[in-house]
């Protein structure tokens, strides 16, 4: 299974940017999928994750309300749309799947970086 992020770029704060992980190798629908992000020198953290059907999602307290993740399994794409950015959020962001609901993330991509100016 592959994962490839993309989408990132430059932008100020208060801007929107979407981030695509396209999949491939697997069976798409059968993956929770989940985006992660690292900040320079900082450990990386996960943002948001969403249930195969796309019905259970789960965010950051950090971005609640700011980000919503989506999906399309027919594309085998899954989406992050991130909306009222922050310099705090610059960071790479990778995508990862795993299983189940519970487990944890064995699947990881590389990422897309994002860096938010004031």
């Known amino acids: 299974v592959q994962l490839q992020a993309s989408g990132g770029g430059l932008v100020q704060a208060g801007d929107s940017v979407n981030l695509s992980c396209a999949v491939s190798g697997g069976t798409f629908s059968s993956y929770v999928m989940g985006w992660f992000r690292q900040a320079p020198g900082k450990e990386r953290e996960f943002v948001s994750q969403?249930?195969?059907?796309?019905?259970?999602?789960s965010y950051a307290d950090s971005v609640r309300g700011r980000f919503t993740i989506s999906r399309d399994n027919a594309k085998n794409t899954v989406y992050l749309e991130m909306n009222s950015l922050e310099p705090e959020d610059t960071a790479v962001y990778s995508c990862?799947?795993?299983?189940?609901?519970?487990?944890?993330?064995?699947?990881w991509g590389q990422g897309t970086l994002v860096t938010v100016s004031s």
């Open positions: 990862a799947a795993k299983d189940t609901w519970q487990a944890l993330y064995d699947v």
């Open positions: 969403i249930s195969q059907r796309g019905t259970r999602k």
